[in-house]
């Protein structure tokens, strides 16, 4: 039997190369979880303690390409800690464009006070905007009820269940807008997936295809969500959209044929992420 952390953390990113972009990472965030400990206390005590048996089953599941956050049921997003299910998305690190976007518009003495998540999920989008806007009230809408639950479930655990609320709402239904009201803020991640698309499998066998895939050419949810806008927003309100990275042209237009200026934002690894709807000036 092997005697601290060290040679267990070997074998297992040994395990994980191929298989994994960030083998060491994964290896260490699943052993934290198996031992209930954090991970820079796990690795503090690296050398006291053991890795306990159902580390190997945890592994086991990761070289099958099931992601670590569905392991572990955690995923890390803005300053928020997660939880998460295979009924939502994993939220990832580009998907935080969206907050950037919005606090760079509007600015230290104009903060939204009506915020809606078109397709929250696992509700990141909507707690992380309240985190970052502290004055707002917002709802997240999505058609999946497992996913509104666990959006629910993270803005108890993490206290904002007094300014959050989760609907069910499915837009690809008629009035699907009716009672809404209108918003400062509106972010959207929506399915943005061409149906042909060869994803890995670490996504297509395991994240929900219902919040990935959107038609031939990826568009259908935009070209439903994007004429919605004027039901949606306030005057002066303003949208930000997640995109593909082919996506910037096509979106854009739909936001001209439904009367809004745009700009498109890039993330940090230069590709182009987010599109801005807005009746102001254009940029």
């Given at each position: 039997m092997m005697t601290g952390l060290a040679p267990?953390?070997?074998?297992?990113?040994?395990?994980?190369?191929?298989?994994?972009?960030?083998?060491r990472l994964d290896a260490e965030l699943l052993l934290a979880h198996a031992l209930g400990m954090d991970r820079s206390a796990m690795l503090l005590r690296q050398h006291d303690i053991n890795a306990p048996d159902s580390y190997a089953g945890l592994l086991a599941r990761r070289m099958a390409d099931e992601p670590v956050a569905y392991i572990t049921g955690v995923q890390a997003f803005w300053d928020l800690e997660l939880c998460v299910t295979p009924d939502v998305l994993i939220p990832r690190s580009d998907s935080e464009t969206l907050l950037e976007a919005a606090v760079d518009w509007f600015g230290e003495d104009n903060a939204p006070m009506h915020i809606a998540d078109l397709g929250t999920g696992s509700g990141a989008l909507l707690l992380a905007a309240l985190s970052?806007?502290?004055?707002?009230?917002?709802?997240?809408l999505d058609a999946s009820a497992g996913a509104l639950?666990?959006?629910?479930?993270?803005?108890?655990?993490?206290?904002?269940?007094d300014r959050a609320q989760f609907e069910r709402r499915d837009w690809t239904k008629a009035d699907w807008t009716e009672g809404l009201g209108r918003f400062d803020?509106?972010?959207?991640?929506?399915?943005?997936i061409e149906d042909a698309a060869a994803l890995a499998p670490m996504v297509s066998d395991h994240e929900p295809h219902n919040a990935l895939f959107a038609g031939a050419d990826g568009l259908n949810d935009y070209r439903i969500l994007i004429p919605s806008l004027p039901h949606l927003l306030h005057a002066g309100g303003v949208a930000f959209f997640e995109i593909g990275y082919n996506q910037a042209d096509s979106v854009r237009a739909l936001g001209a044929e439904a009367g809004y200026l745009t700009e498109l934002r890039h993330d940090l690894a230069g590709n182009p992420r987010v599109i801005r709807f807005s009746l102001g000036i254009e940029e």
């Amino acid at each position: 039997m092997m005697t601290g952390l060290a040679p267990v953390l070997r074998e297992a990113t040994a395990a994980l190369e191929g298989i994994s972009p960030t083998p060491r990472l994964d290896a260490e965030l699943l052993l934290a979880h198996a031992l209930g400990m954090d991970r820079s206390a796990m690795l503090l005590r690296q050398h006291d303690i053991n890795a306990p048996d159902s580390y190997a089953g945890l592994l086991a599941r990761r070289m099958a390409d099931e992601p670590v956050a569905y392991i572990t049921g955690v995923q890390a997003f803005w300053d928020l800690e997660l939880c998460v299910t295979p009924d939502v998305l994993i939220p990832r690190s580009d998907s935080e464009t969206l907050l950037e976007a919005a606090v760079d518009w509007f600015g230290e003495d104009n903060a939204p006070m009506h915020i809606a998540d078109l397709g929250t999920g696992s509700g990141a989008l909507l707690l992380a905007a309240l985190s970052i806007f502290p004055d707002a009230v917002g709802i997240g809408l999505d058609a999946s009820a497992g996913a509104l639950a666990v959006a629910s479930d993270n803005a108890q655990r993490l206290r904002f269940t007094d300014r959050a609320q989760f609907e069910r709402r499915d837009w690809t239904k008629a009035d699907w807008t009716e009672g809404l009201g209108r918003f400062d803020l509106i972010l959207c991640n929506p399915p943005y997936i061409e149906d042909a698309a060869a994803l890995a499998p670490m996504v297509s066998d395991h994240e929900p295809h219902n919040a990935l895939f959107a038609g031939a050419d990826g568009l259908n949810d935009y070209r439903i969500l994007i004429p919605s806008l004027p039901h949606l927003l306030h005057a002066g309100g303003v949208a930000f959209f997640e995109i593909g990275y082919n996506q910037a042209d096509s979106v854009r237009a739909l936001g001209a044929e439904a009367g809004y200026l745009t700009e498109l934002r890039h993330d940090l690894a230069g590709n182009p992420r987010v599109i801005r709807f807005s009746l102001g000036i254009e940029e």
